[in-house]
């Protein structure tokens, strides 16, 4: 069973506020990614990388920034939050380019 | 533009019969297909996948089909199950040096009991 987490898994924050998403897998992949989904809509790649200190821009473009310090480790960040951001974001692992494991989701709201 | 679709949004079967789940994708690159199935509130579950080098793969109640030529691929379920209400996402990917996978909008699932 695939072992990856998020937090928060749900935030309400305010306009301007920077905000930290937390992604840690246990199984030792080195392929990580986060991607964006809005209700009835399909998953975008934002980020990913394929080790520590790797870092790319996925297919959809975003304004926040990751970072990939540790192995298990892949936090995202947005600087200065705005309504626009309002989605669900979602982080997933994957030891090859086959099956993706992706964790819980967190459900971001900016009001 | 969208390279991977499921354009049924919706569909309901009854406890026991046959669920019938299509996707199609418009990119002759892909070489790889999966199935998610995502709960509320929880991520996409790894169900079932197949290579481009085959047409057919079974796992149990499940069986994606792969028709090349249409671009084409289905999940069959059998028998439906009102655990197995869910939506499902369609995923390919674009060789084995890709990024990333390409997911269609998904297709929920109700199992009438």
């Known amino acids: 069973e695939a072992d990856i987490y998020q937090t928060p898994r749900y935030l309400v924050i305010g306009t301007g506020k920077k905000i930290t998403l937390e992604c840690s897998q246990t199984?030792?992949?080195?392929?990580m990614y986060w991607y964006q989904q809005d209700p009835g809509m399909e998953l975008h790649l934002i980020h990913y990388?394929?080790?520590?200190?790797?870092?790319e821009k996925g297919d959809l473009s975003s304004e926040s920034t990751v970072s990939r310090i540790r192995t298990e480790h892949f936090p995202l960040t947005l600087e200065s939050a705005r309504p626009s951001h309002t989605s669900q974001y979602l982080c997933?692992?994957?030891?090859?380019?086959?099956?993706?494991?992706f964790g819980p989701g967190t459900r971001l709201t900016v009001t | 533009d969208q390279q991977v679709k499921q354009n049924s949004p919706s569909l309901s079967v009854q406890e026991g019969r046959i669920s019938i789940l299509n996707c199609d994708y418009t990119n002759s690159m892909f070489d790889y297909f999966l199935w998610y199935k995502k709960y509320p509130a929880e991520g996409p579950t790894f169900l079932i996948s197949?290579?481009?080098?085959?047409d057919k793969n079974e796992d149990g109640r499940f069986t994606v089909f792969l028709n090349k030529s249409a671009k084409h691929l289905s999940l069959h379920i059998v028998p439906s199950q009102p655990g197995d209400s869910a939506v499902y996402f369609c995923a390919a990917r674009e060789g084995t040096g890709a990024n990333n996978l390409f997911f269609g909008t998904g297709t929920r699932l109700t199992v009438i009991p």
């Open positions: 199984m030792g992949h080195d392929k």
């Open positions: 197949i290579s481009s080098i085959k």
């Open positions: 997933a692992s994957s030891a090859d380019s086959y099956e993706q494991y």
């Open positions: 990388s394929y080790g520590v200190n790797s870092t």
